[in-house]
Structure formats: C-alpha cells, structure tokens
C-alpha cells in the first residue's frame, strides 16, 4: 500500500506543490499555500474500480441547434453575455467586495422572474431579510423572486436536485458555500472547487442557466475565483472605482460568445442604471481649454467609447523622474516617452510625467498611443488640444504612425457627440478599405508622430 501524503494547495491559483514554501511556484503569491489531505487513490496500482464504458464519437458536421437565450432584459448585462443567458451553463460574475455584483444580480433575477420565469437567488452572505431590504429600495419588492438563505451545499444540492423549470438559479456567494465532507474552511480553493463543480452539475441536468458570485480581492488571491474560471462557461467581471459612479461589466471568456464587450452601468441610488451613451458619460466632466488633454476614440468590444486622456508634466526636483500611469500601461507610456525624444525631439526626461484616463477608465488598445501622444506634447508645449478634436492610432518605434481597427465606428462616435474633427493613421490607398466620413467631421491624416509634436510646437510658438 503506497504511504498517502498530504498535498499543499495554492488558495490563489489552485497549484499543488508536494511540500510547504512560502511563495507558490505558480502564481508567485506568498503564503497561499495550505495543507490537505490527499485524495484516497481509486482501486490497486492507481486503475479505477471499474472499467471504463466507450465514449459514443459523433461527427462534426452533425446537425445542432444554436443555444436558445433567456433575456435578463438589462440590455447591457445580456450583451456582455452574448445574447441572454444560455440554459444549463455556469457564468461566474467576478469583482471586488461592495463594486455591486449582488445589486446587479437582484435586478436581473428579478426582472426575469417579473418577466414570468421562475428564478431562485440563494444568498450566503445576506439574511432573507437584508435582501428583501435591498429590493425593496431597488423597487423590485413585487417581482415573484424565489429567495433563499443557504450555505450547504447538501441543503443546496437537495433543493435543486428537484428543480425542473427554473431558468435562472444565483448563488451569492460561491465563497460562502461549503461542503460538509471537506474539512478546510469555506472560500478556500478546495471549498469553493468542489462546490462550484457540484452546483454545475446541478445546472447541466436540470437545465437551468447558473450564475456563480465570486469576490476577488484587488491581487487575485484569497477568493480563489481565478480557480473557477476554467470550470464556467463564461466569466463577466464587474470592474470599477468605488469613488465613481460608474462599473463596467467586463467578459473575459465566454464559450457562447465574443469576449470583448463591455456593459457600462452608472451606480445610483434606485440601483445599477445602464448607460447607453458611455461616451456622454466619460466626457462629461472634460473642460476643453486645459493643456495636456486629449480625446481618445476607443473601441471596447464591437463598441466606440470616447474618453479623455490627461497628462501632467511637472518639473522632477531631482532624482529618477517619476512616470505614475492610472488607466494605461506603464510600459506602453515608456515606449512612447522614448519614441517621443528619440524621433521627436520632445525632451521630457526631466520631468515627472502623470497620465490618467479620466473617470477610472482602463484602456488596453494600442490605438491610444496617438492621444497619449497628443497629451504629453500638447502638455510639453503648455498648449490645449482642439477641444472639437479626437484621436486615435498606434504609434511603432520609429515614430510612425500605425493603421487600427474600426476607423469608421470610432469617426462616427465622434460626429454623433459632436467633434468636429479627428487625427487618425494616414491611409494607404492600397492597404486600407475605403470608409465613409461623416458629415461636419474634418480629417488629419498624419503619417510620423513628429507632425503631431510640430503642430504643438508651432502652436506654442506663436
Ligand atoms: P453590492 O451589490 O452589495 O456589492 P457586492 O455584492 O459586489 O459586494 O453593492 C454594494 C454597494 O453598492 C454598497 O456600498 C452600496 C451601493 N449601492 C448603491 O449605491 N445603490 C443601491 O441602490 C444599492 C443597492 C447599493
Ligand atoms: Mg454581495
């Protein structure tokens, strides 16, 4: 009989190591590992109790109708979903404590069940009470929602075992739930795995769609729902700042559907309200005559969103030059500084450079470089940018100027909240597909970052 070791298990990432260390190998978090019990071998010599049954192959090309769709009926929630929930699989929604998983949640479930099918919330966290409190100030209060209060999964398992027409099942949180058989706390990776695996089981046999609720703390660790994510079928992140009032709902896999839309939402009083025009909001707040400024066309998803790039320059007292980033990529900023002076001849090595996307934006298109670009030189020449113009582009090593995707989503954005003008990628008559201007929208087509920087210059000169 082979002598069984216990295993240590990363909470972080769910890596098994054969001994204890301080930092996981993996993920390279420190202290995440914990001890457990080895899992008790199946059958002599490691072969399973009983033979295995032969997979049925099918052929590829067979016949298979597309995933019907439950509609939640927020429309930016069953975007980012690809079209509605799909029956029998598992979205884990994601974010950090108190961003508003559980609000969007209830307002979802209840607007399906309002919409005449059956929906269960099960809460881990919250009192029946405390959730009936909530809805109550959403004004949901009469919307037929089935609410439970549970945290064993036996409990959970037995009162689903029986579902046969529930649509949506939520349970929030997955790091509330606990299996009686394992003895590690609940929320920790082999808690909230094996949970996770039993409650899609449940959803893969009755048919309902699952939605599983994980916090993740600002680093990942802990929460473990980094764990989950190759379980689900989908994973949405609810992003945003607590200072601000607006949370973007973010897919990062989805087996269903694209993984590059956003759901933007503004938090209020009566609860997450969808934004339909994100630009209006990211822009709101935008004073046109400051130096250092720039609009960004940028595209999240299929989308055009615009937002304002802000850069600081302030003179460095001494000492390695400071370059803070909010929003962006630090090293993408220090490409472009280098492409700046290098190509340019814009000096900024003696300065501190501060850039942020207004409002608590992250932006991770290339195609920012040409308004990051445009702040820093219209900052370094203490001039503002046009405030009716836009920009967007990738900037390459030698400065010039990169084609991007969407040229004609992102102009007509612009034109539909009333720019007047854009800096784009010069077109290359041969390479590009022809794309239709909008009317009032005046094009400069730049080749090499260095006519960007003149023009500042010039400007600052006269
Ligand atoms: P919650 O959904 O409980 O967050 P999570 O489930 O992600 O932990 O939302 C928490 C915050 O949202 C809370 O600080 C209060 C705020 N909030 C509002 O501003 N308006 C509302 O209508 C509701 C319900 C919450
Ligand atoms: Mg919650």
Same mark, same amino acid.
């Given at each position: 009989?082979p002598k069984e070791h216990n295993r240590f298990v990363c909470q972080a990432c769910g890596a098994v190591a054969a001994r204890w260390a301080g930092k996981c190998e993996a993920c390279g978090e420190w202290n995440t590992l914990v001890e457990q019990a080895a899992q008790?071998?199946?059958?002599?010599?490691?072969?399973?109790?009983?033979?295995?049954?032969?997979? +049925?192959?099918?052929?590829?090309?067979?016949?298979?109708?597309?995933?019907?769709?439950?509609?939640?009926?927020? +429309?930016?929630?069953?975007?980012?979903?690809?079209?509605?929930?799909?029956?029998?699989?598992?979205?884990?929604?994601? /974010?950090?404590?108190?961003?508003?998983?559980?609000?969007?949640?209830?307002?979802?479930?209840?607007?399906?069940?309002?919409?005449?099918?059956?929906?269960?919330?099960?809460? /881990?966290?919250?009192?029946?009470?405390?959730?009936?409190?909530?809805?109550?100030?959403?004004?949901?209060?009469?919307?037929?929602?089935?609410?439970?209060?549970?945290?064993?999964?036996?409990?959970? /398992?037995?009162?689903?075992?029986?579902?046969?027409?529930?649509?949506?099942?939520?349970?929030?949180?997955?790091?509330?739930?606990?299996?009686?058989?394992l003895e590690s706390a609940?929320g920790t990776v082999a808690q909230v795995r094996?949970?996770?695996?039993?409650?899609?089981?449940?959803?893969?046999?009755?048919?309902?769609?699952?939605?599983?609720?994980?916090?993740v703390t600002k680093e990942g660790a802990i929460a473990g729902p980094r764990v989950l994510e190759h379980? %689900?079928?989908?994973?949405?992140?609810?992003?945003?700042?607590?200072?601000?009032?607006?949370?973007?709902?973010?897919?990062?896999?989805?087996? @269903?559907?694209?993984?590059?839309?956003?759901? %933007?939402?503004?938090?209020?009083?009566?609860?997450?309200?969808?934004? +339909?025009?994100?630009?209006?909001?990211?822009?709101?707040?935008?004073?046109?005559?400051?130096?250092?400024?720039? %609009?960004?066309?940028?595209?999240?998803?299929?989308?055009?969103?615009?937002?304002?790039?802000?850069?600081?320059?302030?003179?460095?007292?001494?000492?390695?030059?400071?370059?803070?980033?909010?929003?962006?990529?630090?090293?993408?900023?220090?490409?472009?500084?280098?492409?700046?002076?290098?190509?340019?001849?814009?000096?900024?090595?003696?300065?501190?450079?501060?850039?942020?996307?207004?409002?608590?934006?992250?932006?991770?298109?290339?195609?920012?470089?040409?308004?990051?670009?445009?702040?820093?030189?219209?900052?370094?020449?203490?001039?503002?940018?046009?405030?009716?113009?836009?920009?967007?582009?990738?900037?390459?090593?030698?400065?010039?100027?990169?084609? %991007?995707?969407?040229?004609?989503?992102?102009?007509?954005? /612009?034109?539909?909240?009333?720019?007047?003008?854009?800096?784009?990628?010069?077109?290359?008559?041969?390479?590009?597909?022809? @794309?239709?201007?909008?009317?009032?929208?005046?094009?400069?087509?730049?080749?090499?970052?260095?006519?960007?920087?003149?023009?500042?210059?010039?400007?600052?000169?006269?």
């Open positions: 009989m008790p071998r199946p059958g002599p010599g490691g072969k399973p109790a009983t033979p295995g049954r032969r997979v +049925a192959f099918v052929d590829l090309a067979a016949d298979s109708e597309p995933a019907p769709r439950i509609l939640s009926g927020i +429309a930016e929630l069953d975007r980012v979903l690809g079209g509605g929930f799909v029956p029998a699989s598992a979205v884990l929604v994601g /974010g950090d404590p108190g961003i508003g998983k559980s609000t969007l949640l209830l307002q979802a479930a209840a607007a399906l069940a309002r919409a005449g099918r059956r929906v269960l919330y099960i809460s /881990g966290e919250e009192s029946v009470e405390q959730v009936r409190l909530r809805a109550r100030r959403l004004g949901l209060i009469d919307s037929p929602l089935q609410l439970g209060a549970a945290t064993n999964l036996t409990d959970i /398992g037995a009162s689903l075992e029986a579902e046969r027409d529930a649509a949506l099942v939520v349970i929030d949180s997955i790091q509330t739930i606990w299996v009686e058989a609940p094996a949970s996770a695996a039993e409650l899609i089981r449940l959803a893969k046999t009755a048919g309902f769609a699952l939605v599983l609720v994980g916090h379980m %689900v079928d989908a994973v949405l992140y609810l992003e945003g700042d607590r200072g601000h009032q607006f949370r973007i709902l973010r897919g990062v896999k989805n087996r @269903f559907g694209a993984t590059d839309e956003i759901g %933007v939402f503004e938090m209020t009083e009566r609860g997450l309200a969808e934004v +339909a025009n994100p630009s209006a909001l990211f822009l709101a707040e935008r004073r046109g005559n400051i130096a250092g400024s720039a %609009v960004f066309a940028g595209l999240e998803g299929t989308r055009p969103v615009l937002m304002e790039v802000q850069a600081l320059l302030a003179p460095n007292p001494g000492g390695a030059p400071r370059r803070s980033v909010l929003g962006w990529d630090g090293a993408r900023l220090a490409m472009l500084l280098a492409v700046l002076e290098a190509r340019c001849g814009l000096r900024l090595a003696g300065n501190d450079v501060h850039l942020n996307i207004a409002g608590g934006l992250r932006v991770g298109e290339p195609a920012a470089d040409l308004a990051v670009a445009a702040a820093l030189a219209s900052a370094a020449a203490d001039r503002p940018t046009d405030a009716g113009m836009l920009y967007f582009g990738e900037v390459g090593l030698s400065g010039e100027v990169r084609q %991007v995707a969407q040229a004609e989503a992102r102009l007509k954005e /612009g034109a539909k909240l009333g720019f007047t003008g854009a800096t784009l990628p010069r077109r290359l008559t041969r390479a590009n597909r022809p @794309f239709a201007v909008p009317e009032g929208l005046r094009l400069r087509e730049i080749g090499h970052l260095s006519e960007l920087v003149g023009e500042f210059a010039e400007a600052g000169k006269r």
